[in-house]
């Protein structure tokens, strides 16, 4: 029989707050991290706000120092959520074994601060046009030498292993917003396999960045720059695109025995996972095939009836489709379940997104009240679903359902409970 996969350790850093408890207390309190941008200068941008991490120097919680060197600020984003997490599970050195021991990571594309590659530009200017041929003689001796290595995906697994002495299994997952839930779920197969003893999954993005702004405002942006804090709706009638932000979040996942033999809190179970794909076709949009077929699997994997969800914490990504499609499939599947939506507070984090909103469910079990939806004021018919709305939802059944797609057609399921639900 597979080992049961327990949560030992959390660990945030979030536009609403660095560290579980800031986290959890802006949740409860219903304060936005969406405003106007400071990370860089949005001068001609047709948005100019998002949910940045504000307030976070990485010199405060990364040692040594010089690592810092070659980590972009999603690696060092990650990186701290993944220290706050080992030190709520007494991971210290010599308390586990390293061979047992392993990560798994999400990362999105990574961008580099332009100031960075701007003297290599420059060296390939030739009467006003950029001149290909000069790239490789020229520009190189601009970049420093360590420069790949600060935005290379699987970095922040490589930077968690090596600071915490984690020599077992280790991989990186880079699909969008389903990666963090992935990580969360091979991580929970490593342990079940008797692979290792002890993972940190999660996943840490940062969408604060003009190439992003310019790749992605084309899109299905949200333009209420009247009211940054009421721009991320999801589910609302209203909502007319989605919000950009940057966070991170990491698990302590560790079999039943293990956790039990280290005495140490149990904070939640994860119960059962699932992930599909769904195929586009000349651009078509998605129906939600890959939702319903992850919470089906995920359900049948957790051993668990539609009704004994106690509430879905969903993708609500705050565009007009995705909400809808989203919507529909768990009506279909659960019926009148109990739905909360935590993007209405910090916005799409990428790679993170996943991460960060399981962090909401794991805090919501173990307080017994599930954070209320922001700025669900109208519901929409379309999206015929019970969206926790202007208090906490209480008294709720202990389980929780996190949902997580990507634009390209993936999606996925986690189950999890509490530590006695």
């Known amino acids: 029989m597979p080992r049961e996969v327990v949560i030992t350790g959390l660990g945030v850093v979030s536009p609403i707050g660095i560290g579980n408890d800031a986290f959890w207390a802006a949740l409860l309190a219903g304060a936005s991290g969406v405003r106007p941008l400071t990370l860089f200068d949005t001068t001609g941008m047709p948005v100019s706000f998002g949910a940045e991490v504000v307030g976070f120097d990485p010199k405060e919680f990364i040692k040594p120092r010089k690592s810092l060197k070659v980590m972009s600020r999603d690696i060092q984003l990650g990186v701290t959520a993944a220290g706050f997490a080992c030190a709520q599970a007494a991971i210290a050195e010599g308390t586990i074994d390293p061979e047992r021991f392993g990560v798994v990571f999400a990362a999105d594309m990574m961008q580099c601060p332009l100031e960075d590659v701007e003297p290599a530009y420059r060296g390939c200017l030739v009467e006003g046009k950029f001149d290909f041929r000069r790239w490789g003689g020229q520009a190189m001796e601009h970049i420093y030498p360590l420069w790949m290595l600060k935005y290379l995906p699987n970095m922040p697994a490589c930077h968690i292993a090596i600071a915490h002495d984690a020599r077992g299994p280790n991989n990186s997952h880079a699909l969008g917003e389903v990666s963090s839930l992935l990580a969360v779920a091979e991580g929970a197969r490593v342990i079940e396999r008797g692979q290792a003893d002890v993972m940190v999954v999660g996943g840490a993005s940062s969408r604060i960045h003009p190439t992003t702004w310019v790749r992605t405002c084309i899109g ?29 979040a990491a698990l302590i996942l560790e079999s039943r025995e293990h956790a039990e033999a280290r005495r140490v809190p149990i904070l939640g179970r994860v119960l059962g996972y699932s992930s599909g794909f769904e195929p586009r076709y000349n651009g078509t949009p998605l129906a939600g095939h890959a939702i319903r077929g992850s919470i089906a699997n995920a359900l049948r994997a957790a051993g668990v009836e539609p009704g004994g969800v106690g509430h879905v914490n969903a ?21 009148d379940v109990p739905v909360t939506a935590p993007k209405s507070y910090f916005g799409n984090l990428g790679a993170g997104t996943g991460a960060v909103e399981l962090a909401v469910s794991v805090l919501a079990l173990a307080a017994h009240e599930v954070p209320a939806t922001l700025n669900y004021e109208k ?9 926790i709305r202007g208090k906490p939802l209480r008294s709720a059944p202990g389980t929780a359902l996190i949902l997580n797609q990507a634009p390209t057609g993936q999606a996925a399921a986690v189950m999890i409970a509490g530590p006695q639900a």
């Not at 993708?315 to 279909?332: F, K, M, N, P, Y």
């Not at 519901?379 to 969206?387: F, K, L, M, Q, T």
């Open 315 to 335: 993708h609500g990504l705050s565009t007009v489709h995705d909400d809808q499609v989203e919507a529909l499939a768990i009506r279909d599947a659960l019926g």
């Open 379 to 387: 519901p929409d018919p379309r999206c015929p679903i019970n969206v």
């Open 220 to 248: 299905q942006i949200s333009r209420r720059a009247d009211r940054p804090t009421s721009a991320s709706r999801p589910f609302d009638a209203e909502r007319d695109g989605a919000v950009h932000g940057e966070g991170a």
